[in-house]
Protein backbone atom coordinates (compact mmCIF):
# COMPACT_ATOMS: atom_id res chain seq x y z
CA UNK A 1 0.00 0.00 0.00
CA UNK A 2 1.56 3.51 -1.26
CA UNK A 3 2.56 5.81 1.57
CA UNK A 4 1.15 9.72 0.81
CA UNK A 5 3.12 12.35 2.96
CA UNK A 6 2.11 16.12 3.44
CA UNK A 7 4.04 18.69 4.37
CA UNK A 8 3.28 22.33 5.48
CA UNK A 9 5.89 24.71 5.24
CA UNK A 10 3.93 27.33 7.17
CA UNK A 11 4.43 31.08 7.09
CA UNK A 12 3.37 33.36 9.12
CA UNK A 13 0.04 35.11 7.69
CA UNK A 14 0.63 33.50 3.99
CA UNK A 15 -0.59 29.70 5.62
CA UNK A 16 -3.81 30.89 4.10
CA UNK A 17 -2.66 29.60 0.94
CA UNK A 18 -1.98 26.02 2.60
CA UNK A 19 -5.04 26.34 4.39
CA UNK A 20 -7.15 26.46 1.00
CA UNK A 21 -5.16 23.74 -0.24
CA UNK A 22 -6.26 21.48 2.87
CA UNK A 23 -10.22 23.00 2.57
CA UNK A 24 -10.17 21.19 -0.74
CA UNK A 25 -8.69 18.06 0.59
CA UNK A 26 -11.26 17.73 3.30
CA UNK A 27 -13.73 18.45 0.97
CA UNK A 28 -12.86 16.10 -1.82
CA UNK A 29 -12.27 13.22 1.24
CA UNK A 30 -8.11 13.41 0.45
CA UNK A 31 -5.88 11.77 2.94
CA UNK A 32 -2.70 11.39 4.01
CA UNK A 33 -0.85 8.38 5.89
CA UNK A 34 1.83 11.57 7.63
CA UNK A 35 1.40 15.22 8.21
CA UNK A 36 4.32 17.92 8.78
CA UNK A 37 3.56 21.03 10.04
CA UNK A 38 6.30 23.72 10.79
CA UNK A 39 4.96 26.93 12.44
CA UNK A 40 1.99 28.20 10.70
CA UNK A 41 1.91 24.98 8.93
CA UNK A 42 1.18 23.13 11.70
CA UNK A 43 -1.35 24.67 13.17
CA UNK A 44 -2.91 24.15 9.66
CA UNK A 45 -2.36 20.74 9.91
CA UNK A 46 -3.61 20.09 13.46
CA UNK A 47 -6.95 21.55 12.00
CA UNK A 48 -7.18 19.29 8.45
CA UNK A 49 -6.48 16.55 11.27
CA UNK A 50 -9.73 17.24 13.45
CA UNK A 51 -11.48 17.07 9.92
CA UNK A 52 -12.90 20.84 10.90
CA UNK A 53 -13.02 22.74 7.17
CA UNK A 54 -13.17 26.44 7.13
CA UNK A 55 -11.58 26.56 10.77
CA UNK A 56 -8.21 27.57 9.67
CA UNK A 57 -10.10 30.37 7.46
CA UNK A 58 -11.73 32.37 10.10
CA UNK A 59 -8.47 32.09 12.41
CA UNK A 60 -6.52 34.07 9.18
CA UNK A 61 -9.14 36.34 8.27
CA UNK A 62 -11.23 37.18 11.47
CA UNK A 63 -9.34 36.40 14.66
CA UNK A 64 -6.01 37.46 12.96
CA UNK A 65 -7.91 40.89 12.97
CA UNK A 66 -7.79 41.03 16.62
CA UNK A 67 -5.42 43.13 18.50
CA UNK A 68 -5.47 40.51 21.04
CA UNK A 69 -3.74 37.88 18.47
CA UNK A 70 -1.33 40.21 17.16
CA UNK A 71 0.04 44.04 17.31
CA UNK A 72 2.20 46.18 19.58
CA UNK A 73 0.16 45.93 22.36
CA UNK A 74 0.91 42.61 22.56
CA UNK A 75 4.73 43.21 22.04
CA UNK A 76 4.68 45.72 24.76
CA UNK A 77 2.70 43.32 27.82
CA UNK A 78 4.11 39.81 27.19
CA UNK A 79 7.33 40.41 24.69
CA UNK A 80 5.84 38.56 21.75
CA UNK A 81 3.66 40.36 18.96
CA UNK A 82 1.50 37.12 18.54
CA UNK A 83 -0.07 36.29 21.51
CA UNK A 84 0.66 32.65 20.67
CA UNK A 85 -1.73 31.80 23.79
CA UNK A 86 -4.74 33.74 22.80
CA UNK A 87 -4.42 31.78 19.68
CA UNK A 88 -3.83 28.01 20.63
CA UNK A 89 -5.14 28.69 24.16
CA UNK A 90 -8.48 31.21 24.27
CA UNK A 91 -9.75 30.53 21.03
CA UNK A 92 -8.63 26.88 20.39
CA UNK A 93 -9.65 25.36 24.04
CA UNK A 94 -12.84 23.86 25.26
CA UNK A 95 -15.25 26.95 25.84
CA UNK A 96 -13.02 28.86 23.28
CA UNK A 97 -14.57 30.72 20.31
CA UNK A 98 -13.88 27.80 17.47
CA UNK A 99 -12.20 24.85 19.79
CA UNK A 100 -10.02 22.12 18.02
CA UNK A 101 -12.09 18.94 18.00
CA UNK A 102 -8.92 16.90 20.15
CA UNK A 103 -10.62 13.55 19.88
CA UNK A 104 -10.51 13.92 16.15
CA UNK A 105 -7.25 14.39 16.01
CA UNK A 106 -6.27 11.47 18.27
CA UNK A 107 -8.59 9.28 16.52
CA UNK A 108 -7.20 10.43 12.78
CA UNK A 109 -4.65 7.31 12.10
CA UNK A 110 -2.39 9.85 10.05
CA UNK A 111 0.83 10.05 11.99
CA UNK A 112 1.25 14.34 12.70
CA UNK A 113 4.30 15.69 13.34
CA UNK A 114 4.76 19.14 14.45
CA UNK A 115 8.53 20.76 13.87
CA UNK A 116 10.09 23.40 16.31
CA UNK A 117 13.47 24.42 17.08
CA UNK A 118 15.32 23.87 20.60
CA UNK A 119 16.19 27.59 21.44
CA UNK A 120 19.46 26.41 23.61
CA UNK A 121 20.80 23.94 21.01
CA UNK A 122 19.72 24.80 17.89
CA UNK A 123 18.54 21.46 17.17
CA UNK A 124 15.51 20.15 15.31
CA UNK A 125 12.19 18.78 17.86
CA UNK A 126 9.78 16.64 16.07
CA UNK A 127 7.14 16.35 18.20
CA UNK A 128 4.08 13.38 18.02
CA UNK A 129 0.38 13.14 17.76
CA UNK A 130 1.24 12.07 21.42
CA UNK A 131 2.19 15.84 22.50
CA UNK A 132 -0.82 17.52 21.70
CA UNK A 133 -3.50 16.55 24.23
CA UNK A 134 -7.35 18.20 25.47
CA UNK A 135 -7.12 21.82 25.83
CA UNK A 136 -3.05 21.40 25.20
CA UNK A 137 -1.94 22.53 21.80
CA UNK A 138 1.38 23.98 23.22
CA UNK A 139 3.24 22.26 20.59
CA UNK A 140 2.19 24.55 18.09
CA UNK A 141 2.98 27.29 20.21
CA UNK A 142 6.74 25.72 20.03
CA UNK A 143 6.26 25.13 16.26
CA UNK A 144 5.42 28.80 15.42
CA UNK A 145 7.51 31.00 17.91
CA UNK A 146 9.50 33.35 15.29
CA UNK A 147 12.29 34.85 17.19
CA UNK A 148 12.14 38.16 18.35
CA UNK A 149 8.78 38.78 17.28
CA UNK A 150 7.46 35.96 19.98
CA UNK A 151 9.90 35.07 23.28
CA UNK A 152 10.74 31.48 23.10
CA UNK A 153 7.79 28.89 24.05
CA UNK A 154 8.71 26.71 26.97
CA UNK A 155 7.58 23.51 27.32
CA UNK A 156 8.61 20.85 30.32
CA UNK A 157 11.36 23.58 30.65
CA UNK A 158 12.54 23.38 27.41
CA UNK A 159 12.11 26.67 25.30
CA UNK A 160 11.46 26.63 21.60
CA UNK A 161 11.56 28.45 18.48
CA UNK A 162 10.03 28.39 15.23
CA UNK A 163 10.11 25.02 13.74
CA UNK A 164 11.98 26.70 10.51
CA UNK A 165 15.29 27.57 11.99
CA UNK A 166 15.82 23.68 11.88
CA UNK A 167 13.69 22.43 9.06
CA UNK A 168 11.95 24.84 6.96
CA UNK A 169 10.86 22.11 4.54
CA UNK A 170 10.56 18.49 5.93
CA UNK A 171 10.17 17.02 2.85
CA UNK A 172 13.63 14.88 3.58
CA UNK A 173 11.95 13.66 7.35
CA UNK A 174 8.54 12.62 5.43
CA UNK A 175 10.54 10.17 2.97
CA UNK A 176 12.62 8.54 6.31
CA UNK A 177 8.97 8.31 7.66
CA UNK A 178 8.46 5.64 4.70
CA UNK A 179 6.59 7.81 2.34
CA UNK A 180 6.52 6.83 -0.89
CA UNK A 181 5.11 10.35 -2.69
CA UNK A 182 5.09 13.38 -0.59
CA UNK A 183 3.34 16.85 -1.10
CA UNK A 184 4.72 19.56 -0.28
CA UNK A 185 2.66 22.72 0.66
CA UNK A 186 4.96 25.87 -0.38
CA UNK A 187 3.63 29.80 0.76
CA UNK A 188 5.91 31.23 -2.05
CA UNK A 189 6.24 30.45 -5.57
CA UNK A 190 8.53 27.39 -5.90
CA UNK A 191 11.12 28.72 -8.32
CA UNK A 192 11.59 32.49 -5.98
CA UNK A 193 14.93 31.88 -4.10
CA UNK A 194 14.73 32.77 -0.35
CA UNK A 195 17.11 35.85 0.47
CA UNK A 196 18.12 36.14 4.44
CA UNK A 197 15.72 39.33 4.52
CA UNK A 198 15.72 39.82 8.20
CA UNK A 199 17.07 36.95 9.56
CA UNK A 200 20.05 38.46 10.53
CA UNK A 201 18.59 41.09 12.68
CA UNK A 202 16.51 38.65 14.03
CA UNK A 203 19.63 36.85 14.81
CA UNK A 204 21.12 39.53 16.61
CA UNK A 205 18.01 39.78 18.76
CA UNK A 206 18.20 36.05 20.28
CA UNK A 207 22.30 35.97 19.79
CA UNK A 208 23.59 36.69 23.29
CA UNK A 209 21.15 34.58 24.88
CA UNK A 210 20.53 31.69 22.52
CA UNK A 211 23.90 31.77 19.59
CA UNK A 212 22.87 28.84 18.57
CA UNK A 213 19.86 29.26 17.64
CA UNK A 214 20.64 32.42 16.35
CA UNK A 215 23.06 30.96 14.33
CA UNK A 216 20.24 28.76 12.62
CA UNK A 217 18.38 31.88 12.04
CA UNK A 218 21.33 33.41 9.60
CA UNK A 219 20.91 30.51 7.62
CA UNK A 220 17.39 29.41 7.41
CA UNK A 221 17.29 31.01 4.08
CA UNK A 222 19.91 28.63 2.73
CA UNK A 223 18.62 25.70 4.43
CA UNK A 224 15.64 26.88 2.96
CA UNK A 225 16.63 26.91 -0.73
CA UNK A 226 18.60 23.87 -0.53
CA UNK A 227 15.20 21.97 1.06
CA UNK A 228 13.17 23.26 -1.89
CA UNK A 229 15.66 22.35 -4.34
CA UNK A 230 15.60 18.44 -3.25
CA UNK A 231 11.70 18.41 -3.27
CA UNK A 232 11.90 19.44 -6.93
CA UNK A 233 14.68 16.62 -7.22
CA UNK A 234 12.14 14.08 -5.92
CA UNK A 235 9.35 16.15 -7.73
CA UNK A 236 11.23 15.18 -11.18
CA UNK A 237 11.31 11.35 -10.50
CA UNK A 238 7.58 11.91 -9.98
CA UNK A 239 7.75 11.22 -5.93
CA UNK A 240 6.55 14.55 -4.87
CA UNK A 241 4.41 17.52 -5.62
CA UNK A 242 4.96 20.94 -4.71
CA UNK A 243 1.76 22.84 -4.52
CA UNK A 244 2.96 26.89 -4.49
CA UNK A 245 1.10 30.26 -5.47
CA UNK A 246 2.30 31.56 -8.57
CA UNK A 247 2.10 34.78 -6.73
CA UNK A 248 1.41 35.49 -2.85
CA UNK A 249 -1.30 38.37 -3.33
CA UNK A 250 0.62 40.97 -1.79
CA UNK A 251 0.44 39.01 1.77
CA UNK A 252 3.77 38.66 3.79
CA UNK A 253 4.57 36.72 6.91
CA UNK A 254 2.62 39.56 8.72
CA UNK A 255 0.45 41.49 6.60
CA UNK A 256 -3.22 41.19 8.25
CA UNK A 257 -5.28 42.51 5.04
CA UNK A 258 -8.80 40.70 4.85
CA UNK A 259 -8.87 41.17 1.39
CA UNK A 260 -5.74 40.31 0.15
CA UNK A 261 -5.62 36.96 2.28
CA UNK A 262 -9.15 35.91 1.09
CA UNK A 263 -7.40 36.11 -2.17
CA UNK A 264 -4.31 33.68 -1.37
CA UNK A 265 -6.76 31.07 0.21
CA UNK A 266 -9.01 31.08 -2.64
CA UNK A 267 -5.70 30.51 -5.31
CA UNK A 268 -4.76 27.85 -2.46
CA UNK A 269 -8.58 26.56 -2.92
CA UNK A 270 -7.96 26.07 -6.57
CA UNK A 271 -4.98 24.72 -6.61
CA UNK A 272 -6.01 21.53 -4.21
CA UNK A 273 -6.87 20.13 -7.46
CA UNK A 274 -3.32 19.51 -7.91
CA UNK A 275 -3.34 16.86 -5.18
CA UNK A 276 -6.13 14.93 -6.51
CA UNK A 277 -4.44 14.78 -9.72
CA UNK A 278 -1.24 13.70 -8.65
CA UNK A 279 -2.67 11.00 -6.60
CA UNK A 280 -4.93 9.66 -9.23
CA UNK A 281 -1.49 8.71 -11.29
CA UNK A 282 0.67 6.22 -10.30
CA UNK A 283 4.63 6.66 -11.11
Known amino acids: MERIGIVDVGGGFRGIYAA ?23 ANLVTYAAGQRGRNYVFYTEYGMRKEYAGMGNFLRKGSFIDLDYVYGTLTNAGGEYPLDFAAVRNNPMELLVVATEAETGRCKYFTKDDIRLDDCSVCKASSAIPTVCKPYVIDGVPYFDGALADPVPVQKAFDMGCDRVVVLLTKPKDLVRLPGNDPRLARGIQKKYPLAAEKMRHRADLYNESVALAKQHAAQGKALIVAPDDTCGVSTLTRDPEKLKQLYHKGYADGRLITEFLATHP
Open 20 to 42: GVLDYCMEQGVHFDVGIGVSAGS
